[in-house]
């Protein structure tokens, strides 16, 4: 059984047999959890694309980060947003990262542009100096390579709501 086509109200699954056999299509609804990861994967593109867009920034020629940092980062803040009114999609992200004592604001990433920001996210990353890639990268630096920052698995996310609810009367 082949995935054809992911739609928001659905799956559309389909399975051929041979060239000149019917095509059996059915519908079936995907699940909470599917939609879940859906909406996870896209958060977590636009935060892998929102780093590898950092470069332009930190002056390197590549951001590495370590795999599945995108993806953790991604999930955590779609659990901060269970509580929200447009949940996840009303999220802007600002991204800071540290390098020494110095923290830089390195990218933004609004969540779903036409949604209304109901809440933001200071993603809070660091650097990674202790690894063997670091020290490699340094005397690259010093040698005049291209130069690269690499990510730490550390991070931190602080919420602020840009609404009153309405409980608080």
Do not use: T
């Given at each position: 059984m082949k995935i054809h086509d992911i739609h928001n109200s659905g799956v559309l699954r389909s399975s051929a047999f041979g060239e000149n056999d019917a095509v059996d299509?059915?519908?079936c609804?995907?699940?909470?959890d599917e939609f879940e990861?859906?909406?996870?994967?896209?958060?977590?593109?636009?935060l892998e694309n929102s780093l590898r867009q950092a470069k332009?920034?930190?002056?390197?020629?590549?951001v590495i980060f370590p795999t599945?940092?995108?993806h953790r980062i991604a999930r955590d803040i779609m659990h901060m947003s269970v509580q929200e009114p447009c949940g996840w999609r009303g999220c802007v992200i600002y991204i800071n990262l540290e390098e020494k004592k110095l923290r830089r604001h390195?990218?933004?990433?609004?969540?779903?542009?036409d949604a209304v920001a109901t809440f933001e996210v200071f993603l809070n990353l660091k650097t990674e100096w202790?690894?063997?890639?670091?020290?490699?990268?340094?005397?690259?630096?010093?040698?005049g390579f291209k130069s690269a920052v690499v990510i730490s698995e550390g991070y931190t996310?602080?919420?602020n709501k840009l609404y009153r609810s309405s409980s608080l009367h």
């Open positions: 299509a059915f519908w609804p995907p699940n909470e990861e859906i909406d996870c994967k896209y958060l977590a593109d636009k332009l920034k930190l002056h390197c020629d590549e599945n940092l995108n390195i990218g933004k990433v609004k969540c779903d542009p202790s690894s063997w890639f670091s020290m490699k990268q340094k005397i690259k630096v010093r040698m996310l602080n919420k």
